[in-house]
DNA sequence: TGCCATTATAGGACTTGTACTATATGCTAC
DNA sequence: GTAGCATATAGTACAAGTCCTATAATGGCA
């Protein structure tokens, strides 16, 4: 489970409340990492129970009360054994590869439709991962040094450089199919 | 879910049993798409209950009973419907993208030490990613068309593409940090 | 005054997937 | 002759994540 070192991660640099986090993480590794608030609280609760973290709780006048979270000494070790160790062999799921695995399916025509909606989904993707560095900026709850802001970018670019060659592969493909290169059957 | 859409799509072309589907999984589409045997079984049950396949069980002397699932027209339908139509926006977790989101909590040396692991992994996902056509090849229940198998192969070849843009991404980066360019804190 | 948005936490029901185990048959290698 | 492997199916328990809902305070807007 790697929610729980992500969580983690931005821990380390700063105390934060579950509701913060979960801003942090819309404006930051959402691409690769999506995370439900309510996945958020549940994790932070058994992250307590592990004795990874440490719950302040907050008394606000204006607002309800925050429980905010810090990371303990365990938590550190737990975070760096993790960062440091390798990960089990990829499992990433992808629907869209299942879609283009089974395309041959379907005509020509019908691929070519379907290749240009993914063209079309990786370029608003591409965009919208072009503004992350503002959105996290713009959340004035986030804190970190511009060391670890710099690798936090650079995942960014490997998503967005990883995203573009997929992009000119599949813009290729369907210059292909135009130009009549793949038989029909 | 998709497992549903995926498994629709391999007894488009032909009948197959529980098992035999997760032999042409593992043997194809493992790299973005894994099945669990148990999820094969459970899944198939409930396709059943849909009204997406049949099943014939095929009495067998030398070996237990098969239970062969092949398509209906709902089923075709379905996959029509599921592969022509767009995916939600992607959610496609990767633990190694966090990993190196937060590298920056460490020394460089160290951060050296992560990307080689992480350029090392992706050599070998490289290597098993070659093999995959001579391994579906060679599972010869496994039967497609000439068009059906280069679409198959072709989603292989968008996982390779994109997996060496972004091994050289790394090996770059790999570069930058052994010559002094990222500075350490 | 009523309604909606923001801040803040959390539970219930459900889905998808993993790990492990059980069961059964027949073949082959030692 | 028995251990292990391939074929074949399926259950239990659990983990991780999503969706929806509840609760509660405050502030802004119409």
């Known amino acids: 489970m790697s929610l729980e070192h992500a969580i983690l991660g931005f821990l380390n640099a700063h105390p934060y409340s579950g509701y913060n986090l979960k ?3 819309d404006a930051s590794v959402r691409h ?3 995370a439900d608030q309510s ?3 549940r994790t932070l609760t058994r992250m ?3 004795g990874w973290v440490e719950i302040e709780v907050v008394r606000q006048e204006s607002r309800p009360d925050r429980k ?3 990371i303990t000494p365990m938590g550190r070790d737990e975070l760096r054994r993790w960062l440091l160790s390798p990960l089990p062999p990829e499992d990433n799921r992808s629907a869209d590869m299942i879609q283009v695995f089974f395309a041959g399916q379907f005509s020509n025509n019908e691929v070519l439709a379907m290749f240009e909606r993914v063209a079309a989904q990786m370029r608003t993707g591409l965009e919208r991962y072009a503004q992350i560095p503002r959105e996290i900026e713009a959340y004035d709850e986030y804190t970190t040094s511009p060391r670890e802001f710099f690798f936090g970018m650079l995942t960014l670019d490997i998503g967005i450089h990883s995203l573009k060659s997929n992009l000119a592969f599949v813009e290729n493909l369907i210059e292909r ?3 009549g290169e793949i038989p029909e059957n």
């Open 68 to 70: 905010e979270y810090s």
């Open 48 to 50: 307590n129970e592990k």
């Open 32 to 34: 690769f990492w999506p």
């Open 177 to 179: 199919i135009r130009h």
């Open 39 to 41: 996945q958020i609280y």
């Open 23 to 25: 801003k942090i993480f």
